[in-house]
Structure formats: C-alpha cells, structure tokens
C-alpha cells in the first residue's frame, strides 16, 4: 500500500502494479481498492494500474464537509503520480465521478471508460427518491450503517428477503464499514437519477474519447437491466467523442474475461 495527499491534506491509500500506460480505477458504491485486487491484477501485464480507497473508505482518510469537488481532487492526485496523464476506468457510481473529472481535468484524462453509470433517463424504473443522499446522511448520522445499507439496497430494487439474506452473512460486516461514505455516492448522482435525460447534458463538453459500456443481463430485475441500457445510450447520445458497447452475458458485475479485452482494445489497441 501506499499513500498519497490530496489538495486538501486529506491522505489516500492506493496500490500501484503492473507496467505501461497509467490506468486508474474508480471504484462504485462500497468498494474499496481491495474489491479492486483481481480487476488491477488482469490489467496489469497491459497498464500500471492504480487502484485506491476513495476517502472514506478502507485506509483513505475522510475530511468534511464532503464536495465532489474533493473527489476529483484526489483523482488529480493520482494522476499527478501518474506522470500527469492517465487513461481512467469508472464502474456506477465511480463512472459518474469519472465523468465529473473529465470535465475538471479535461487534458489530464487521456481516454475515459465508463461502465453502467446508474442514470435513470425516463420511465424504464421508478425514481430515486429526491432527498435520497439526504435520507442516507440522516441514517449514518444516527449510527445506524445497517439501516444506509438496506435503505441504499431497497431503492436499487433488491428484494427484501435477499437483503434479510446479506444481513446474515460475512459481508454484511465490509458493506457497513464504508456506509458513512454512500451519501457521497448519491451525491456524485446528483439529479441524474430522476427520469429525466436532461441533466446529462452537462458532460456534452467532454471531449475526451469515451467508451460507454453496459451488460446484456439483468441485475436483479428486467427493469434493471433495461434502464442500465437506456442510460448508456443516453450518455453516448450527449458525448461527443463517444464509442458504445455491449458486454455479452455481464451484469452490473461485470466478469475480468470480459471486462479486460474491452479495456485493452479501447485504450491501446
């Protein structure tokens, strides 16, 4: 492990392997650089990768109040490690802040590839609730992780009885440990989850080339999936520079067989 401090003083932990083009990972909603272990290990004979804790989790530190705007600092952070340039990776969530840095830092990113950025762009599934990050903050705030958890579970649509299933198992422990930090995954979502396409076009002056990806399962629900692919055609539909992909028989978790030989051929084939 190694650090790294922010513009803010705020010290991130990150792992470092491989050889060749920078390549940094931008994990989703719970994970932490560690989640990231196996994906980093299959790209690393291509890239050197960087896979780290976004602050808050795992052996990152946290400062508050919590901006987006920090995220992309330390994103920046690591790119200055980098050599100043890098190609980046964003899955969900971590998609959504790929794409804010992108516009912050928009001739640092050499190329951008995102997968399943969770936009809700029309009536394909219901709406996340308005004050969403909100509602997440208050729960955290109370000390109740398990409840930001199951909360954050109930409006991605996992039915009940798998979430009473996940309560009891090993790794309901990992998922608590970084709860404090999903308001902040719901923060980077911002108005993108409403039912509304319009919001996207912020990232229209995104030039950077952009490979937008989705799967072709279900996660959890056939609504899932479809509004998985309904919001990866949009997002390609705004950026200019965009190319869009499918991954056969991948859900949101997609697998490293898939998921690297897309990488590779976007980035430096």
């Known amino acids: ?17 491989g050889q060749g083009s920078a390549l940094i990972l931008v994990a989703p909603a719970f994970a932490t650089r560690s989640d990231q272990a196996s994906l980093a290990a299959a790209l690393a ?134 709860a404090p930090t999903l308001p902040y995954d719901a923060t980077i979502m911002g108005d993108t989850q409403r039912g509304d396409p319009a919001p996207l076009r912020k990232w229209a002056s995104v030039v950077v080339p952009t490979l937008v990806m989705d799967g072709t399962e279900m996660m959890g629900s056939e609504e899932a999936h479809t509004f998985m692919r309904h919001a990866a055609d949009a997002l390609a539909s705004v950026l200019p520079n965009a190319q869009r992909r499918t991954l056969e028989g991948q859900d949101h978790g997609p697998s490293n067989e898939e998921l690297v030989p897309a990488l590779r051929e976007f980035f430096i084939d």
């Open 1 to 17: 492990m190694k650090t790294v401090v922010s513009k803010d003083d705020t010290r991130i932990a990150f792992d470092q392997s």
């Open 45 to 178: 004979p291509y890239f050197t990768v960087f896979a780290y804790d976004r602050r808050g989790r795992g052996a990152s530190g946290d400062t508050a109040p919590y901006a987006v705007e920090r995220e992309i600092e330390d994103l920046g952070a690591f790119i200055d490690v980098a050599g100043g340039s890098a190609f980046v990776f964003g899955h969900s969530s971590g998609a959504v802040l790929a794409l804010d840095a992108a516009l912050a830092l928009p001739t640092r990113i050499r190329k951008l590839a995102l997968y399943e950025p969770p936009f809700i762009v029309d009536a394909s599934r219901s709406p996340m609730p308005e004050d969403f990050a909100l509602r997440l903050s208050e729960l955290v705030a109370a000390g109740r992780r398990g409840d930001a958890v199951e909360f954050w579970q109930t409006q991605l649509g996992v039915p009940a009885e798998a979430i009473a299933h996940m309560r009891q198992s090993p790794m309901w422990a990992g998922l608590e440990a970084v």
